[in-house]
């Protein structure tokens, strides 16, 4: 398929290294996602705070993979906690909102997500700050109670 990424990004109306991303994470699946993308063109908008990422690519994390929860589709569904500055603290409000329409979450869970999330970054940050490896897990246990 890679030798295809040209033919397939000017059929769907994405750049090359667009594709690039979708092959390298979903394979042969990328095909999936083209499909659905050419229903649903709005989801080929990026994902806001992680520009690398389609929107698409959240909702098949919900649709497809069995996510349910935003810091699974942050850290293991996409690689946006690994590949954008922030971990991903800026691309989590929108990445909730777009679970929460594929979830059926009301606001409430939406936001309790999104703070979960952010607290998980802020007890990273603290760990990583501390002097020893007992500082830092004892900054981790800190922020999870």
């Known amino acids: 398929m890679l030798n295809q990424r040209r033919a397939l990004a000017a059929e769907a109306g994405l750049t090359e290294p667009q594709i690039n991303h979708l092959l390298g994470r979903y394979g042969t699946l990328t095909l999936d996602l083209l499909d659905v993308m050419a229903d649903r063109p709005e989801w080929v908008r990026p994902v806001k705070g992680a520009p690398n990422y389609l929107t698409a690519e959240l909702h098949y994390a919900a649709r497809n993979e069995g996510a349910v929860h935003l810091d699974d589709v942050l850290e ?56 020893s490896d007992d500082d830092a897990a004892n900054a981790r246990r800190a922020m999870r109670s």
Not at 80 to 108: K, S
């Open 76 to 131: 293991r569904r996409t690689r946006i906690f690994m590949e954008t500055p922030d971990r991903g603290l800026a691309a989590a409000p929108y990445v909730a909102e777009v679970l929460a329409e594929e979830l059926g979450w009301d606001d409430d869970r939406q936001a309790a997500e999104v703070a979960r999330y952010q607290s998980a970054r802020e007890a990273d940050r603290r760990a990583l700050a501390a002097a």
